[in-house]
T-cell receptor, first 111, second 109 residues
Framework: NAGVTQTPKFQVLKTGQSMTLQCAQDMNHNSMYWYRQDPGMGLRLIYYSASEGTTDKGEVPNGYNVSRLNKREFSLRLESAAPSQTSVYFC??????????FGQGTRLTVV | EDQVTQSPEALRLQEGESSSLNCSYTVSGLRGLFWYRQDPGKGPEFLFTLYSAGEEKEKERLKATLTKKESFLHITAPKPEDSATYLCAVEDSSYKLIFGSGTRLLVRP
């Protein structure tokens, strides 16, 4: 099993460009999450989806939108990228109150 | 508002020198507290889940404990390969999973 797969792994954007980060899980998990991690810091929750068809804001939602396309896929969109959005983005999924499984991360640089 | 605070931010130990990492939390309706390990350039790797005060879990040189306000990750006789960032997370009643800023552990031979 692949677990949680994120694409792309690396991306460089110019200020003002838009892009979508993709996340897919093959574990039939109900809940999915998007986090960002800045150097030397922990994970900050951007958005999460407790179940298919629902999404909720996390700690730092401004400048982002999400779509829970189906049970497997949860995408994160940057409509107009800013240098402050330079970060490593992690997607995670979990079932119920069990542990979350993480993808390998997307390293995004906005210049 | 849910909040997770980890201390210390960084910890340097000699191989074999035992110590503890702290995770204090404020959360509405704690569903669970999680400990993760993260190596540079990788995603977090699950270590433990604790669900209620008084619960303890052990794995090799690591032991996690939970009270109503905080959790400790005890590291006994650490080895250099235990060097990593250790992250604590709490889940609230709405399935929101909030992480602390982590403790960077360096174990020197």
């Amino acid at each position: 099993n692949a677990g949680v797969t994120q694409t792309p792994k690396f991306q460089v954007l110019k200020t003002g460009q838009s892009m979508t980060l993709q996340c897919a899980q093959d574990m039939n998990h109900n809940s999915m999450y998007w986090y960002r991690q800045d150097p030397g810091m922990g994970l900050r929750l951007i958005y999460y989806s407790a179940s298919e068809g629902t999404t909720d804001k996390g700690e730092v939602p401004n400048g982002y939108n999400v779509s829970r396309l189906n049970k497997r896929e949860f995408s994160l969109r940057l409509e107009s990228a800013a240098p402050s959005q330079t970060s490593v983005y992690f997607c995670a999924s979990r079932q119920g109150t069990t542990e979350a499984f993480f993808g390998q991360g997307t390293r995004l640089t906005v210049v | 508002e849910d909040q997770v605070t980890q201390s210390p931010e960084a910890l340097r130990l000699q191989e074999g020198e035992s110590s503890s990492l702290n995770c204090s939390y404020t959360v509405s309706g704690l569903r669970g507290l999680f400990w993760y390990r993260q190596d540079p350039g990788k995603g977090p790797e699950f270590l433990f889940t604790l669900y209620s005060a008084g619960e303890e879990k052990e794995k090799e040189r690591l032991k996690a404990t939970l009270t109503k306000k905080e959790s400790f990750l005890h590291i006994t006789a650490p080895k250099p390969e235990d060097s990593a960032t250790y992250l604590c997370a709490v889940e609230d009643s709405s399935y929101k999973l909030i992480f602390g800023s982590g403790t960077r552990l360096l174990v020197r031979p």
